[in-house]
């Protein structure tokens, strides 16, 4: 039976990067060796780091102000390095969830941190559209999708200062105007490769004016002035995302996968409004095109059992719901084909007519 993977992550990836990353793990770039065993210095590892730092420029469109650097650590460790290196006396951050939570608890260990808003008030389902951004901030950090709760900001807030921002589930899912950034960062296992490798895109003119001494391996100068190589990178997953990419750029690039993504979440919330067992958790215009997130309506909250079950069987895998919220999640990646989507439809349309 065909398997429908809605994981939120580490989730799915294209056939493309599973390929080809298997047949270079046995002899990478006709080397006859492993992409495991050889040096990250030689020729063939550093064509693939330059090449998939490029691509990440060519897809978002970076602008030559900014550089692209591959880190280890998670989307989790920027959230040190990120007011680490830019936060000089205050930064303002939006609260909509647990990743964002947790990027402002670290930040506190650095300075004056302004909470503009929070939706926590209603358990994170909805985006935080009403309050203004100090202009000595030093940054506006956001998180633009949501992934545990299923909200995305659908307009990237106009502030008078830079943004910074958690991208890690809705990176290259849709277009960005990088230059409102002085830092954009991304865990790769959402949209991107494998665990362990991290991008982050960074404004150069920021680096270097925190006022503090940054240990070398937090510090985005150092990777900036190293292109990446200052330590053995992790090859695998960089080589993963290089496969990533050069398949984006196949499919046509960020405004088709865009549209795709746009279809794909439309096919899925139809059927949640439409389906008389099931209703969405988010406020509608808030939304998220990558991660779906729905409960059994509540005269039918018994069956919620039943149907994870009903799905299971169907081939619908990683559905359940993140225990913060509940029921069902359906993560609709980039890699995600709409024949995916719809079977997930179909199987929640034979689930009602057994009801
Ligand atoms: C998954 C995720 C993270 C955490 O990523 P790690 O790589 O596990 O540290 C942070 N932010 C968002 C929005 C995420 O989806």
Redesign the pocket.
Same mark, same amino acid.
């Given at each position: 039976m065909k398997k429908h993977n809605f994981y $939120?992550?580490p989730s799915i990836l294209s056939q493309y990067t599973i390929k080809n990353t298997a047949e270079a793990i046995l002899d990478f770039a006709g080397t006859g060796l492993s992409l495991m065993e050889v040096s990250h210095r030689g020729k063939e590892f550093v064509a693939v780091n330059d090449e998939a730092r490029q691509l990440v420029k060519d897809l978002l469109d970076v602008p030559s102000t900014h550089e692209v650097v591959f880190l280890g650590?998670? $989307? +989790?460790?920027q959230?040190c390095m990120v007011p680490y290196n830019f936060l000089k006396k205050k930064a303002s951050y939006l609260d909509t969830?647990t990743?964002a939570s #947790?990027a402002i608890k670290e930040a506190k260990i650095f300075g004056e941190v302004d909470v503009v808003a929070s939706s926590k008030d209603k358990n994170y389902t909805y985006i935080p559209k009403k309050y203004t951004v100090a202009p000595d901030s030093d940054y506006f950090h956001i998180?633009t999708?949501?992934?545990?709760y299923g909200t995305q900001l659908k307009e990237i807030p106009s502030v008078s200062v830079p943004l910074a921002a958690?991208? +890690? +589930?809705d990176i290259f899912s849709r277009t960005v105007d990088v230059s409102k950034y002085d830092v954009i960062y991304a865990? $790769?296992? #959402?949209n991107l490769a494998p $665990?362990g490798v991290?991008i982050a895109i960074v404004r150069l003119e920021a680096l270097g004016k925190a006022g503090r001494p940054v240990p070398t391996m937090l510090n985005y100068l150092t990777h900036t002035e190293k292109e990446s190589m200052f330590n053995t990178p992790p090859v695998v997953p960089i080589f993963a995302a290089l496969q990533t990419l050069k398949w984006y750029k196949e499919m046509g690039g960020i405004s088709v996968l865009q549209k795709k993504n746009e279809e794909k979440a439309a096919v899925l919330y139809d059927e949640i409004d439409r389906n008389r067992l099931f209703r969405g958790t988010v406020a509608p215009e808030d939304r998220s095109l990558m991660n779906v997130c729905f409960v059994m309506n509540d005269e039918y909250a018994d069956l919620e059992a039943e149907f994870a079950a009903y799905a299971a069987a169907a081939g619908m895998i990683g559905i359940k719901g993140h225990r913060s919220v509940g029921g069902f999640r359906a993560s609709l990646y980039n890699a995600m084909p709409l024949e995916s989507v719809q079977a997930l439809v179909e199987t929640m349309k034979s689930f009602e007519k057994t009801k």
């Open positions: $939120a992550g650590g998670g $989307a +989790s460790m959230f969830g990743w #947790k998180t999708n949501n992934t545990i958690d991208m +890690s +589930s865990g $790769a296992q #959402k $665990a991290t």
